[in-house]
Antibody, heavy 125, light 107 residues
């Protein structure tokens, strides 16, 4: 079964750091982009970044709201993608999802098709 | 950034009704639009990608259409399990923005 599982959320104070993990199973991590999406309580979805597959050297594109504070990277030995979040702000409070980006039968990237259950990050003093 | 709007914001319908949700983009996004359903407390579930391609396992009562800046999601016969919030997302250009969502509930 293909799945992704997030972990690492918790309560932190403003200015502190946190590292989230996205552990994958059932598919080959190097072949897929991994998106990070967050959802503040009672709000909509916000795309915050895409960690790209082997063809793009596992580089990451970020939303402007997190670009200078968050870093996504892979550890292939752990079959995981991590999101290092520094200088956290109260407005970063949200459920954080990671999601695999699918591929179609012509091997083109499609859309996030396998999502984890999310991990809650609360930034509060 | 490309902005997405959705209409209506909320929708009340009966089981068996046809439901249509519209997503408009602030600039052309070709056909790189996806639709998701999100039930309360759950992760989003991909329904449709590239405007009209049904994700594996999604019932055929869901369909999508459009191009350029205007897109629609149609549910031909609403079922109780279709309740939730529906989001569109453009995947044409970074950042891959989402629409604000359309909440569907039972009348």
């Amino acid at each position: 079964e293909m799945q992704v599982v997030e972990s690492g959320g918790g309560l932190v104070q403003p200015g502190e750091s946190l590292r989230l993990a996205c552990s994958i199973s059932g598919f080959i991590l190097t072949d897929h982009n991994i998106d990070w999406v967050r959802q503040a309580p009672g709000r909509g979805l916000e795309w915050i970044g895409r960690n790209r597959d082997k063809a793009f050297g596992f580089t990451t594109v970020y939303a402007a709201s997190v670009a200078d504070r968050f870093t996504a990277f892979r550890d292939l030995s752990q079959n995981s993608v991590f999101l290092q979040m520094n200088s956290l702000r109260t407005e970063d409070t949200a459920v954080y999802f990671c999601a695999r980006v699918g591929r179609d039968d012509r091997n083109r990237h499609t859309a996030p098709d396998i999502w984890g259950q999310g991990t809650m990050v609360t930034v509060s003093s | 950034d490309i902005q997405l709007t959705q209409s209506p914001a909320t929708l009340s319908a009966s089981v068996g009704d046809m439901v249509t949700i519209t997503c408009r983009a602030s600039q052309g996004i070709n056909t790189f639009l996806a639709w998701y359903q999100q039930r309360p407390g759950k992760a989003p579930n991909l329904l449709i990608y590239e405007t009209s391609t049904l994700q594996n396992g999604v019932p055929s009562r869901f369909s999508g259409s459009g191009s350029g800046t205007e897109f629609t999601l149609t549910i031909t016969s609403l079922q109780p399990e279709d309740l939730g919030t529906y989001f569109c997302q453009q995947l044409n250009a970074f950042p891959f923005t989402f629409g604000p969502g359309t909440k569907v509930d039972l009348k």
